[in-house]
Every structure is written in C-alpha cells, then in structure tokens.
C-alpha cells in the first residue's frame, strides 16, 4: 500500500490482464510460433524436392512467427506501439505465406497419401488459429495504450516536456 496524503491507495495488479496475458503467452508459444516454425522448417528441409520458392516461403514463415513471438513480449514490457506493429507485420507475413503455400499446394496435386485429402488443407487447419492470438495481442495492446495510467504518464511526459522547453534559457556571461 501506498500512503499518498491522506489517502490510502493500493496499488496492485490487474488479475484479469494477467491471466489475458498468461493465454496470450501459451497461444503464442503454440500457434504463432511452434506451428508455424515447424512449418517453416519442413519447407526448408525438404527445399531440394519443393523448390526454392518454397525454401523462401520457409523463412518468411519462421521471420514471421519471430515476430509474433516478438510481439507478445512488448505486450509484456508495455512497449504497445511495437507490440502492435511486430504482431501486425507477422500476422500479415503468415497469412500472405499461407496464401502462397495453400495455392502452390493445391496446383502441385499434393495430397495425403493415407486419406488423399489436399494437404492445403492441413496447413490451413494448422496455421489458421494464428488468428487467436494475434486478435488477443491487439485487443491487450489497445486497451494498455488506451488506459487511464498511460494516458496519464503520456500527459506527464509531455508536461514536463512543455516546462523543459519553456524553461528560461541560462545567462550568456
């Protein structure tokens, strides 16, 4: 507790935004990063087969899940902006190499050997929760940015910026 005048203030830790970041964190670690290096990583192991194209959709894949993954960690620091740009920019990456696979997939006729149902398929089932926690770090980010504590230290800041600038210069002799 804190004793600010009169008043007593307590100050603790929103539990509700805990927990949205410990979901947040566990998603991530599952679809944003595992699923989608591990695809990555398949492409790039098999790139003599596949081709180099599909060597470089590997890379975007795992660049991609690097910045999602980069993403829930300025979720944790508070560094909103950053947090939305890198998951915004990794979000888009996926779903732009998942587009890419799905049609390379289906035009090359590769299909499950035991089922022979498309595997553009699975890679959609296996890619596609990315969306889950990419809407989750945008909606934490936002309503960090937007709450009553940063708005205040944003308007403190740029007090204390105003009263630096307006500051009397110091004398010349």
């Not at 300025?74 to 979000?91: A, E, H, P, Q, Y």
């Not at 940063?150 to 910026?161: D, F, Y």
């Amino acid at each position: 507790m804190k004793k600010k005048g009169r008043q007593m203030r307590i100050n603790r830790k929103k539990p509700l935004m805990i927990i949205m970041k410990l979901i947040l964190t566990l998603l991530t670690a599952v679809f944003s990063m595992f699923m989608v290096i591990m695809t990555g990583s398949g492409l790039i192991y098999n790139s003599e087969s596949y081709g180099p194209e599909m060597r470089s959709l590997g890379i975007v894949f795992i660049a991609a899940a690097a910045l999602m993954g980069l993403g829930n960690l300025f979720i944790w620091l508070k560094m909103n902006v950053f947090s939305l740009i890198s998951s915004s920019t990794g979000f888009i990456m996926c779903m732009t190499s998942l587009y890419k696979l799905k049609n390379h997939a289906d035009a090359a006729g590769w299909s499950d050997k035991y089922t022979m149902e498309p595997i553009s398929s699975m890679y959609v089932q296996r890619i596609m929760p990315v969306i889950i926690p990419f809407l989750l770090a945008v909606i934490i980010a936002l309503m960090q940015f937007f709450s009553y504590e940063a708005a205040e230290k944003r308007r403190i800041r740029k007090a204390e910026k105003k009263k630096k600038e307006d500051a009397p210069s110091p004398p010349i002799i």
